[in-house]
């Protein structure tokens, strides 16, 4: 069975950083695409960042030269690194990511989610 762990989240002060990471467990033969998503309380689930597996990388206006996004293959790890933390980031992030278990086949996989509290 293939999960996707997230951890990293916590309480920051405006202006600050903090890096998130997805940890993809069970018989992986192949991650596509990672994205981070982010819900904040009332609110619709957002795309923060993706990364393909040749790694291209994608970012919304909201966060581009902010945060990063990064992959280590033979970890089967996603990070996000995000910079400059503006309270109005404060939400749950997720993982989520196309992954190819030899047991199971390939299917969309979502992680927990990982609290991010940004203060003023």
């Known amino acids: 069975q293939v999960q996707l762990v997230e951890s990293g989240g916590g309480l920051v002060q405006a202006g600050g950083s903090l890096r998130l990471s997805c940890a993809a467990s069970?018989?992986?033969?192949?991650?596509?695409?990672i994205n981070w998503y982010r819900q904040a309380p009332g609110k619709q689930r957002e795309l923060v960042a993706s990364?393909?597996?040749?790694?291209?990388?994608n970012y919304p206006d909201y966060v581009k030269g902010r945060f990063t996004i990064s992959r280590d293959n033979v970890k089967n790890t996603a990070y996000l690194q995000m910079d400059s933390l503006k309270p109005e980031d404060t939400a749950v992030y997720y993982c989520n990511a196309r992954v190819g278990s030899r047991s199971v086949g390939t299917y969309d996989y979502w992680g927990q989610g990982t609290q991010v509290t940004v203060s003023s």
């Open positions: 069970g018989n992986i033969f192949l991650i596509n695409t």
């Open positions: 990364i393909t597996s040749g790694d291209r990388t």
